[in-house]
């Protein structure tokens, strides 16, 4: 890892460019595979299952059976900590929830909104090396808060057909209301429009690769709602000496393991624990199982000695990671100067494992700079909010003059009339 | 308009279907005009100008004299009404705005989250037939009350380069910090890549014509965030017998003269209601001065009389209506049931003016059955929430056994180390 001394804030959006992903050339794969599913249905899923995960599905929803099967399968410490993290992350979502304010706008004119779950949602579950199980928790809970009726998880199968124990315990766990084995594009293609045997949804989330991503994209086009935009994950630690140049690697490389697009980064005032943190990086790093994939991520990634704090806010909301993690003598007021990250590590014993599993918050994040206008994943992500007005007499005799005033000054009559009427009867 | 007697919820969906717009056309226009704006700036943004809205530009800045002026030609009724609109409007979208809860999820680890304003925010207000400075008030003041630090307004200048007096006044009055004379396919380039003279924007807010619709979807590839998809206003009026014929008339005919693609819908347990609103619309329409324009929307629109409440409910959802006027003896009721809509407007005395104006509720709202899966624009859109969490020694000790088992289970053992690392220490 690279360090530089004192670069300006035009320097940093230099040095902390995300490695570029060229999607041009999957995105005839995506639309090839959307039409296809869309043309051809549940046989355009099997031909891709067979392709892209080598397995011939007669059917792609999990049995009850081997929910229970598999439940039978995960240790119960490992249920006991899911029940842990279950119980946080309900916590936090629940208190996101928002209670009805009746607004008396003028006297007679009451406005208030009320929230409704979206109808039905797809979540999806990336397959690959890690089984990442964390991610049901992360969207089934808040989505079963939110009141969705259908909560639908699509996750590509193994080899043999089958799905990791963990997953499908988890979705039990946490009210999924169906499993589907999906993956890829042609997932979201299912999700998008919908098949014999699938129904479409209203709202896609999750992570995913590449082609999820610009499947995702692509399935806004066909109007359904996504999360958000995705991209490989990311960290930014600002530490100064009142952090511990341990745990900080450790951070790093918590990240870095990811995968080897992903980026870390170091912002410090401290020169001395910048190089502590280097070294211990060197320590830390030859003991983890996925030792590669940190090392390329951490070619990607820089260590930036800033002269001073506000230089490093600066740069922090310029760069805006998905992960901050903030070991400042002056935490709060550095967290206060926050403008643009996905979510918040305060402190030497804040991990950000502790925000991917169990504290609570949500581990769905803006990545790639989207921090700068999107919120991670949370309760208001499940539902929509639908606004609504009654006026008495009163009110509309309150508000109707300037209502006639202007309608008529934008040239619509109609508007003004459906008031005129009515305050000719009051 | 067309009534239907007791279609099924499956025969609705085709009686309702939205008049669909080919947009493959628009497509490659979009693409080439994102694509030169990308490459010339400022140059393409002139020619694009000087060719859609007839005007050579020097500068696309509105000078601060010439909202002076234009302030001065706008009549004081007219301000006060304006006056009234905003303070209906802050009052509501004021009362959207969340406290900070700080939850203990586990004795030691506390989560919340604090709101912060999308720092460049771009707002678009169409030209056309009507200036509409009504969208000006919807969009600029949640804006400012989010704590957006840059509001730029873009809207097309007429063919002798000026705006309209009353968008200028209304842009002044809440708080936009600058507006530019660009509009259509161009502006939304501008506000996705900058130019030299413009500076790119995080988020894209506002109605437009099929060519703005386009462009929104394609800026959100290049990473900018846009409100919400948009299509032709609707209305669907929900009435039973306590209804009154004339006011569900005018306000049928309120919507219909938005344009010819406007779709208006009446859904009624009553039979003498809708012959009574059937008549009223020929006496009310020959008054308008759009009426060709209502003329047109009336052509697709229908009249629904359905059996029972519970079908009519049935058939709102599945329509998911941007506009619905709920008039019933048991509007409470109704309500409650009531998962899909943009904006609801309760009770006689309620009309949709009232809230394309002044009543304080956003207008800006999901058409297109997009109430599925969006909430109309409000406080929270101009807003992204960050999650933040401390945790104690205690709080580590409390869930760091889980976290440990969860990172090991998905393979992930930097992340387990960063917490066995700390718990070794405390």
């Known amino acids: 890892m690279k360090v530089f001394k004192n670069p300006s804030v035009a320097e940093c959006n230099a040095i902390l460019k995300r490695p570029y992903n060229n999607v041009d050339a999957i995105e005839s794969t995506v639309i090839q595979i959307f039409d296809d599913v869309k043309r051809q249905g549940d046989n355009a899923l099997k031909k891709y299952t067979a392709i892209f995960d080598g397995v011939d599905l007669n059917e792609f929803w999990v049995s009850p059976e081997d929910i229970e099967i598999a439940s039978e399968n995960v240790s119960p410490d490992l249920k006991d900590a899911m029940t842990l993290a279950k119980s946080n992350i309900t916590k936090f979502h629940k208190s996101q929830s928002s209670e009805i304010k009746k607004i008396e706008t003028s006297p007679g004119v009451i406005c208030w909104s009320e929230q409704r779950g979206i109808e039905r949602v797809g979540l999806y579950i990336p397959g690959g090396t890690a089984p990442l199980f964390s991610t049901v928790l992360m969207l089934a809970i808040p989505a079963k808060l939110a009141g969705c009726k259908e909560i639908i998880l699509f996750t590509p199968p193994k080899a043999d057909g089958s799905i990791t124990n963990e997953i499908l315990y988890a979705a039990k766990l946490c009210g999924v209301t169906k499993i589907v084995k999906l993956g890829g594009i042609q997932a979201i293609a299912a999700m ?235």
């Open 192 to 426: 998008t429009f919908g098949t014999a045997s699938i129904s479409k949804v209203n709202k896609i989330f999750g992570p995913g690769n590449q082609f999820v991503t610009v499947a995702k994209q692509l399935a806004t086009k066909y109007n359904v709602a996504i999360d958000m935009p995705a991209g490989p994950s990311e960290l930014l630690v600002y530490a100064d000496k009142s952090a511990n140049p341990i745990y900080v690697a450790s951070d790093l490389l918590s990240q870095a393991e990811h995968g080897p697009d992903s980026q870390v980064v170091l912002v410090s005032p401290d020169c001395d624990l910048i190089s502590e943190v280097k070294d211990q990086l060197q320590i830390q790093i030859k003991k983890l199982s996925r030792q590669k994939i940190a090392e390329k991520a951490l070619s990607n990634s820089k260590l930036l000695w800033v002269e001073s704090q506000e230089e490093a806010i600066q740069i922090i909301n310029e760069y805006a990671p998905e992960h901050l993690i903030v070991c400042a003598t002056n935490e709060i007021e550095v967290c206060e100067k926050i403008t643009n990250a996905g979510s918040v590590f305060v402190g030497n014993f804040s991990p950000e494992s502790a925000g991917d599993y169990a504290s609570g918050t949500n581990h769905t994040l803006p990545t790639n700079g989207f921090s700068k206008s999107y919120s991670g994943v949370n309760l208001s992500a499940f539902q929509k909010s639908i606004s609504f007005q009654k006026l008495s007499k009163e009110g509309l005799l309150n508000i109707g003059k300037s209502i006639e005033l202007m309608a008529e000054a934008e040239g619509l009559m109609g508007h003004k009339n459906a008031v005129s009427l009515r305050l000719k009867d009051i």
